[in-house]
């Protein structure tokens, strides 16, 4: 009869050891503390930026599941939609500055305080360099800060040519069509892309010398505009 062999004992693992739920968060917790975890974790901005590229992406993945033709309908519609938006600003551009900024154009004067002299002396520069666009602009701006030189108009920044024609109309009522006549050619050219001539200057000019010859109407306020 054969005979069994007895082989090493093994030994008994015992009951499994069972940590409380507490302990064990705790554990966990100061594990997951350590700097070795904490090296390999993305920054703030990364983790703003993923987030703000998982919405993008989910949201343009809607648009094109939604869209015929998937991603390629997609692009084709945001090719179409740019193309809009641009003609649209181009042509919103083009009719402002054919209509100048708002009524009656822009500011007059758009640079620091200069004396009617100043002015003038700038108009007459530019048109012996033959800049008719710039000497009728210096010359309308001579006009009206001679007018506020004497004290028949308000300094008021950002007054327009339009403005600035009709308030000295009321202390200068014989001169009034020729002041709204250089208004308006100061905003053909300034505002409208049209371009000055020697004649322009020229009448800007004598409208300039003729207001320093004429006696103002002193009865009405100064800097008012005509009703």
């Known amino acids: 009869m054969p005979l069994l062999l007895a082989g ?12 409380d739920r507490d302990p064990a968060r705790e554990a966990a917790e100061r594990e997951l503390s350590k700097q070795i975890y904490a090296e390999h974790e993305p920054g703030l901005a ?29 692009l084709i519609i945001l090719a179409l939609v740019v193309a809009l938006i ?9 009719l402002r500055t054919a209509a100048g900024p ?8 758009t640079d620091g305080p200069r004396s009617a002299a100043e002015h003038r002396a700038a108009a007459a520069e530019h048109a012996r360099a033959a800049r008719w666009d710039q000497a009728v602009q210096e010359q309308l701006r001579a006009i009206v800060r001679s007018l ?25 009522p014989a001169l009034a069509a020729d002041l709204r ?27 300039d010398e ?17 009703p």
């Open 8 to 19: 090493p004992a093994v030994d008994d693992p015992g009951p499994p050891v069972v940590v």
């Open 46 to 74: 990364r983790r703003v930026w993923d987030w703000l590229w998982d919405r993008i992406v989910g949201t343009l993945e809607s648009a094109a599941f939604a869209t015929p033709g998937g991603w390629l309908g997609l």
């Open 86 to 94: 641009v003609a649209l600003r181009l042509r919103m551009g083009a």
């Open 102 to 109: 708002g009524r009656g154009g822009g500011a007059l004067f």
């Open 148 to 172: 506020e030189e004497r004290a028949l108009l308000q300094p008021r920044p950002g007054r327009t040519a339009d403005e600035a024609a009709a308030e000295a109309a009321r202390p200068m």
């Open 181 to 207: 006549a250089a208004a308006t050619t100061f905003d053909a050219v300034t505002y409208g892309g049209l371009h000055a001539t020697q004649a322009d200057h020229a009448r800007l000019r004598e409208l």
């Open 210 to 226: 003729r207001l320093q010859r004429s006696k103002p109407d002193l009865t009405a306020p100064a800097g008012t505009a005509t």
